[in-house]
């Protein structure tokens, strides 16, 4: 903002200085009399001018402070309740939660999802800190505190997808398997009713041809 | 002849009996039933069990006087959750939290504490609190507290310091919302559910 101003001045005295060579610059006696007298021969343009600037500088130095207040606005800095760093580490640690959660529920080990459970608390802790240090006025320690909570979240995150991917790769694996066995198992019940079913008629079809034997021999 | 083709025909209705039941079962092997999902919420006094929250059970709360509680949280829900407790300070009128449509109380949190925790943990959150300051206003009583070292002033006020009541609200990070909210929802009937405490207490200045 301040370069902003020193720019301005330069610029307003550069213009001024140029408008008093460009008018008529009769006497350069007295510097004094001379804006007095320029305003009177020369009223007319000069105060126009002068009007023009006015408005220029009006405009700049309403840029100016349109520029800080927007600088301000987007200024990775705590400000006020809960400033960017703050709630951008709050929704990395969501995202966090959600791959744990998701994670979890696709059967990811127990172990797995207590070490990354933990660790999701430490970025629980840490932005719980900086919500503090934001309270008493310590911005830096704020923004600092949500910026580890935030690479912690990230990292967990990063966890939470990798084992759910691997969890979810093996699970579709087992569920194949387990289905693909489904014929197999069919065909041994199959095969295995059907050797049952013959192993029973075979005495009863040798019986019969015993006696169809006895009998033809008691025939003979 | 005759009797192997019957045989046969057995055969291929064993088979297809055999991988029916077979498919089936393995469906319900590989699809557990959907459980109940809740959790539990309990405050305990100071000595770990539901009694002794006052100071010879006198639920008159004098200035200085230090109360120590424990809030404890189960998950139950079947998987890892994001839980937040939040402690409130309400009077007679303050509207209650609902659990049907998950409306919390009206009056802004003393403390929240949140944590990840895992199926079937429980989670005890020690509160220590006391009345620092019973300001009085004729009749009307409002209080400055602290709880867990934190200097407090709650919005409500008592009629002659009676009917105050500290409120506890089970809150949960829904995942797919992103959104902390009151209650939580119940995966086998996809209803919101919520659960809440009090405990009721008077304030007196002397």
């Given amino acids: ?220 | 002849m005759v009797s192997a083709s019957k045989g046969f025909r057995w055969s291929v209705v064993v088979f297809v009996a055999v991988t029916l039941i077979y498919t089936g079962a393995a469906y319900v092997y590989v699809t557990p039933p959907p459980r109940e999902s809740l959790f539990r919420l309990y405050v305990l006094g100071e000595e770990k069990m539901f009694e002794h929250y006052f100071p010879d059970e006198n639920a008159t709360v004098k200035p200085d006087v230090a109360l120590r509680w424990y809030v404890g949280v189960t998950n139950l829900m079947g998987s890892v959750q994001c839980v937040a407790v939040k402690a409130k300070l309400g009077n007679a009128t303050t509207q209650s939290p609902s659990g049907a449509d998950g409306t919390p109380a009206p009056v802004p949190a003393l403390i929240e504490l949140r944590r990840v925790l895992l199926d079937n943990e429980t989670w005890e959150i020690p509160l220590a609190w006391k009345v620092i300051e019973v300001r009085q206003d004729g009749a009307v009583v409002s209080l400055v507290l602290d709880v867990n070292g934190v200097e407090v002033e709650p919005i409500v006020h008592a009629i002659s310091g009676e009917n105050f009541r500290m409120m506890f609200e089970l809150w949960t990070l829904t995942p797919g919302s992103g959104d902390m909210s009151l209650g939580w929802i119940d995966r086998s009937s996809g209803e919101r559910r919520a659960t809440w405490l009090q405990v009721w207490f008077n304030v007196t200045a002397t």
């Fill in chain 1, 1 to 220: 903002m301040s370069s902003c101003l020193n720019e301005y001045v330069e610029r307003l005295h550069c213009h001024s200085s140029q408008g008093l060579r460009g008018h008529e610059l009769e006497s350069e006696s007295s510097n004094s009399s001379l804006s007095s007298r320029l305003s009177f021969r020369r009223g007319g343009s000069l105060g126009m001018s002068r009007l023009a600037e006015a408005i220029v500088a009006s405009l700049v130095l309403l840029s100016a402070c349109s520029t800080a207040a927007a600088s301000s606005a987007l200024n990775p800095r705590i400000m006020g309740t809960n400033g960017p760093p703050i709630d951008e580490a709050e929704q990395r640690l969501r995202l966090a939660y959600a791959a744990l959660n998701a994670a979890d529920e696709l059967g990811v080990s127990g172990a797995e999802v207590s070490v990354l459970a933990n660790r999701l608390n430490n970025a629980l802790d840490l932005l719980s800190d900086a919500r503090v240090f934001e309270k008493i006025g310590n911005g830096t320690a704020a923004s600092e505190y949500a910026s580890r909570s935030g690479a912690i979240s990230d990292s967990v995150r990063e966890d939470a997808e990798d084992f759910g991917e691997r969890t979810s790769e093996a699970l579709f694996s087992k569920r194949f398997a387990i289905f693909a066995l489904a014929p197999v198992v069919g065909l041994i019940g199959a095969v295995v009713f059907y050797l049952a079913y013959r192993g029973r008629r075979r005495p009863s079809m040798e019986k019969i041809l015993r006696m169809g034997i006895r009998r033809k021999q008691e025939d003979g």
